[in-house]
């Protein structure tokens, strides 16, 4: 099974959603179910108990997504891993796919932040590198990069993208 952050030293315990079938269940997907699975059991006080029979057998390698592993985890190889069953049984896919579609709206949110945090990191440097004048004659001595008609004309293109980004969850949750 394949799991973003699935393996990670970022915190003491992971916790896992997990698509299984409980036994009694009907045949395809109306059957399956969705459970937690934490890495490691938690005590009644709290604190981290014993290992869940839940383990990664390897990191995926995978091109252009770094900073989060994508691990292939094996469950129950050494007795059986403890899930807990979240909702009701048999509606598990509704529920991940409730989460994922929540989640895909959290990505875009994080990736428009990113570029619009991009946007204010380029208009900064441009007002601050400076180097030789302007082509347009605006100034005639060496002027920050921010004053050539070039980087003016970059930054105001990046600068509707981003705000028109930014306003598109605006519009949806409108609509």
Same mark, same amino acid.
């Given at each position: 099974?394949?799991?973003?952050?699935?393996?990670?030293?970022?915190?003491?315990?992971?916790i896992h959603l997990v698509l299984a079938r409980l036994p009694d269940a009907p045949k395809g997907s109306k059957g399956i179910s969705l459970f937690v699975v934490p890495k490691f059991m938690v005590n009644a006080d709290g604190s981290l108990g014993a290992r869940n029979d839940v383990h990664c057998v390897s990191i995926e390698h995978k091109m252009g997504i770094?900073?989060?592993?994508?691990?292939?985890?094996?469950?129950?190889?050494?007795?059986?891993?403890? @899930?807990?069953?979240?909702?009701?049984? *048999?509606?598990?896919?509704?529920?991940?796919?409730?989460? =994922? *579609?929540?989640?895909?709206?959290?990505? @875009?949110?994080?990736?428009?932040?990113?570029?619009?945090?991009?946007?204010?990191?380029?208009?900064?440097?441009?007002?601050?590198?400076?180097?030789?004048?302007?082509?347009?004659?605006?100034? *005639?001595?060496?002027?920050?990069?921010?004053?050539?008609?070039?980087?003016?004309?970059?930054?105001?293109?990046?600068?509707?993208?981003?705000?028109?980004?930014?306003? =598109?969850?605006?519009?949806?949750?409108?609509?």
């Amino acid at each position: 099974i394949f799991i973003s952050a699935g393996e990670h030293d970022m915190t003491s315990n992971i916790i896992h959603l997990v698509l299984a079938r409980l036994p009694d269940a009907p045949k395809g997907s109306k059957g399956i179910s969705l459970f937690v699975v934490p890495k490691f059991m938690v005590n009644a006080d709290g604190s981290l108990g014993a290992r869940n029979d839940v383990h990664c057998v390897s990191i995926e390698h995978k091109m252009g997504i770094k900073a989060s592993p994508t691990a292939v985890l094996q469950y129950g190889d050494h007795g059986g891993a403890v @899930g807990y069953l979240v909702g009701q049984e *048999n509606r598990g896919l509704e529920y991940m796919f409730i989460m =994922m *579609n929540s989640a895909r709206y959290a990505v @875009g949110m994080q990736g428009i932040a990113i570029a619009e945090r991009a946007y204010q990191h380029a208009v900064a440097y441009a007002k601050d590198r400076v180097q030789s004048r302007p082509v347009d004659g605006s100034i *005639n001595a060496s002027a920050p990069i921010i004053h050539h008609p070039d980087v003016k004309r970059m930054l105001m293109t990046i600068r509707p993208y981003t705000q028109r980004c930014r306003a =598109m969850p605006w519009l949806a949750a409108a609509a």
